[in-house]
């Protein structure tokens, strides 16, 4: 079918923007199917890289990342903690990664922005994957206790997210339905006068 | 000095990276001087677009910002709320912002990811302002309570940082000594090995 042309589906999840932003970040969307194709070791090097460089509180790189390539036993692991709802699509990914913050600051005190920063560090992620003709899905529904434990995460770690990795290109109709159907919807955001508030609230 | 020349100072500031990645995400830093160049609101609006479009949990979209340029009340508001150390160069930025996050989803859970996806959209916005050559320095150091209050942040919205922006450029010899230095010193990051693990921890 046109519409599985992979490049019309990315023009259709292509952002509808209020004022002109970057290609690199229009561009990006969370596919559940990826195109047949490995990421290689160095190219999952450049993602980790540039998550590296990201900005922290106090530079503390509070982040850290668990990845395993598609065929290893660590991948059935990071699969295996997945939500149901995930483990119907996620094998697509040739890689899976488990994301977790460090806790506490050096200093012993709690550190709030800890997944503040994971995001920073994703963001860096997903950026540097766009760049390359790879796309993430950052994942919420993961059984961090099951994967703190699978994956020996230390005491003072805290397990946050799944990100599944893979270059886009991947053919929707192998999805189930129900995501199919996703796949090929619009992306859509608040409106910016809602997210974006000059002055106060109120 | 030399080494004062803006050009210099932001290829001081480059990361040295153990594997390239793009130079948007390389020559990122967060200054405490910035040019003495006004931030234009469609300048603005370009980097919150640039954060509207990124990934969320559920596409919640937890994040919001409150921005406020130099010479307004509200801008005074916003420095009022900052710790005695950002105070020191904060007004260096032609524009503050403070984020927040919407605690729960709209079915009334609890989003733990809210903090994670505000980094995402905090990382799409730094990413556009490279590109404008504009620079973000993200703050902790916020007395969130004041700001709740200060700035009408309704209930079920929690202040998570503050922000602020400007174009590159500033002389660092303006700034007190001590963080002088620091606007002079190379960026450093832990090894790759230590925050990205094949596998499992152990």
Redesign the interface.
């Known amino acids: 079918m046109e519409v599985y042309n992979d490049i019309n589906i990315n023009q259709l999840k292509s ?1 509808d ?6 290609t ?3 561009n ?1 969307w ?1 596919p559940r199917m990826f195109a047949d194709k490995a990421v290689m070791r ?1 190219e999952l ?2 993602l ?8 922290s ?3 503390e ?1 509070p ?6 390539f598609r065929g ?3 991948y059935e ?1 990071i699969f295996s903690c997945l939500s149901k709802f995930n483990q119907k699509w996620v094998r697509n990914a040739p890689i899976l990664m488990i994301t977790a913050i460090k806790e506490q600051f050096n200093s012993g005190k709690a550190n ?2 800890a ?10 992620m ?3 994957a766009q ?1 390359m003709g790879i796309a ?1 899905h ?1 994942m ?1 529904g993961v059984d961090w206790k099951k994967a703190q434990e ?5 005491d003072g770690f805290h397990v ?2 799944a990100i599944a990795v893979g270059y886009y290109g991947g053919d929707p109709s192998a999805l189930p339905d129900d995501l199919e159907e996703t796949e090929l919807t619009k ?4 409106p ?1 006068e809602e ?8």
Chains 1, 2 share one sequence.
């Open positions: 952002a923007t209020s004022y002109p932003i970057l690199l970040l229009a990006r969370s160095r090097m450049a980790l890289e540039a998550a590296r460089w990201a900005a509180s106090s530079n790189q982040w850290r990342f668990v990845y395993a290893s036993h660590a692991k709030y922005h997944l503040h920063d994971l995001g920073l560090a994703a963001g860096n997903a950026v540097q760049s993430l950052h919420a699978l994956l020996g995460v230390p946050a997210t992306r859509d955001r608040k910016l997210i974006a508030i000059e002055g106060a609230w109120w």
